[in-house]
């Protein structure tokens, strides 16, 4: 029997599941919360939505609560958890239920919504398991997850340290190693929150795993005699206090395949990386905010005349102000303002390849009254190229825009360099940032079609970008 077979087996002889699991049905609801919240009004609902790991339905009676009309294809490893799912919910016609191991997914998408509550912390392969997950999104859909987190049962484990017993519970991943495994096509989200529950006992703690099936372990379990010593160890009177440290992470996959092109500046050669990587990568270009045309031509007018795209590949901005400011006080300049609501995203389709986006300025741009570049950016989800001089003073302003980029859950495919070649810098960046430098970009004069196509040459394929993951 393999290790899912046996944690299959432990959850499917789970006969007092739904008694016994109060932390899973108090975390289910928090993740529908979770999911609700980000579906404001006026949005269109999940028409399709997977759930990983439904257990006896905890999350998907939430989940139908919330979307009524959706068809819900809800998967367990065991097949003893789906009928107990199939009876209180025989009257849905519109729920499938599929026996499925979450690692080897064997349903066909796309999906608005995957969610999966409390069943990641069964997964020895994360990371390439919400790749493949993330795979069977539909352009702009979303991942909804919750998972236990390093922490978890921290006065239990104390119990085994003081009974000097070798604790077999597995070691639960922090939050920072849960935020590095998100897929690259998209950009997500961790929070932590602490659950407390209160069994009547420590033996009744022990017990309740057991109800629930939650007891494999790829440790040596404890033997009678330590267990005892454990019990012990923990008190014996009144109710014992236990810690869950739950992870919640909401993902959402980008609209098109694509990057976002920002810069730690401004003038810092945003427009011409575009063009740049618009003919390396035969891409389309949209600027979606632009100002400064009272002083320069437009960037999209620059781009085209760099790259010679075909018009119908270069999507007009949501907005063009004349001032040489943010968007937000040009905008004001202009005696309008900027609903970021009304940004109207291109219809450009996936087949159609990668769509370079053009910011302006940095990360941290005005573009309305508590709403910077950078919410846009987390907005479009696409993968950011940041461009950064060469020159001294890059490691400080780049660091801190790759810092303030992960924060958002935005994933980085690399870094740009403009500027002579400075081997001190790019290491630190390299190094301290976590990043891969795409490419160092010489200044070459004059600026035109042909110095682009140099340029181009010094970058990697847009595949090989497109594959990479975090």
């Known amino acids: 029997m393999t290790r899912k077979d046996r944690i299959a087996a432990r959850f499917g002889a789970a006969q007092g599941y739904e008694q016994a699991a109060r932390v899973q049905h108090v975390v289910a609801r928090e993740l529908a919360c979770r999911i609700a919240a980000r579906h404001a009004p006026g949005d269109m609902p999940p028409a399709r ?84 997950l993330g795979n069977l999104l539909a352009p702009g859909g979303q991942m909804a997850l ?49 659950t407390v ?32 010593r454990v019990l012990a160890a923990a008190g014996t009177d009144g109710p014992f206090t236990v810690s869950y440290q739950v992870g919640y992470g909401l993902f959402r996959r980008a609209a098109w395949p694509g990057v976002f092109v920002t810069g730690t500046d401004t003038d810092i050669g945003k427009t011409v990386t575009s063009a740049t990587l618009v003919r390396a990568w035969d891409a389309a270009y949209w600027k979606p905010l632009q100002s400064g045309t009272d002083d320069a031509p437009s960037d999209s007018m620059g781009v085209r005349q ?8 270069l999507y007009p901005p949501a907005a063009t102000f004349g001032a040489s400011l943010s968007p937000e006080d040009a905008a004001h300049a202009a005696h309008t303002r900027i609903d970021p609501a009304m940004i109207a995203l291109p219809r450009h389709a996936a087949s159609d390849g990668p769509l370079v986006v053009e910011g302006a300025g940095g990360v941290f741009v005005p573009i309305a009254e508590n709403y910077l570049m950078i919410d846009l950016m987390a907005r479009l989800a696409l993968p950011v190229v940041l461009v950064a001089r060469s020159q001294l003073g890059t490691i400080n302003h780049t660091l801190l825009s790759l810092a303030a980029l992960r924060a958002r859950g935005l994933h980085v495919a690399g870094v740009i360099l403009n500027g002579p070649p400075e081997p001190y810098g790019r290491s630190a960046i390299e190094r301290h940032g976590r990043v891969r430098i795409l490419a160092e970009f010489p200044a070459i004069t004059p600026m035109g079609p042909d110095a682009v196509a140099q340029l181009a040459a010094r970058l990697p394929a847009w595949e090989l970008v497109a594959r990479d993951a975090p």
């Open 306 to 313: 760099l790259t010679g795209l075909d018009p119908a590949r």
């Open 49 to 132: 939505i997977l759930e990983i790991g439904c257990g006896t339905g905890f999350l998907t009676r939430e989940l139908r609560r919330l979307f009524p009309t959706a068809h819900i294809t809800a998967t367990d490893i065991a097949p003893a958890m789906l009928e107990r799912v199939a009876r209180r919910m025989a009257n849905d016609d519109r729920l499938s239920l599929h026996r499925m191991d979450a690692e080897a997914p064997d349903v066909e998408g796309p999906f608005d919504l995957i969610c999966s509550s409390m069943a990641m912390q069964w997964f020895p392969h994360r990371a390439r398991t919400l790749r493949m």
């Open 197 to 228: 529950d209160t069994p009547a006992t420590p033996l009744a703690f022990v017990q309740e795993l057991r109800a629930i099936g939650a007891t494999h372990t790829d440790h040596a379990p404890a033997t009678g005699g330590q267990l005892r």
């Open 146 to 194: 919750s998972t236990l987190c390093l922490g978890s049962f921290r006065q239990w484990r104390d119990a085994y340290a003081r009974a000097g017993v070798v604790c077999p519970m597995p070691d639960y991943p922090t939050i920072e190693q849960l935020q590095a495994e998100w897929p690259a096509c998209g950009a997500g989200m961790w929070h932590d929150a602490e």
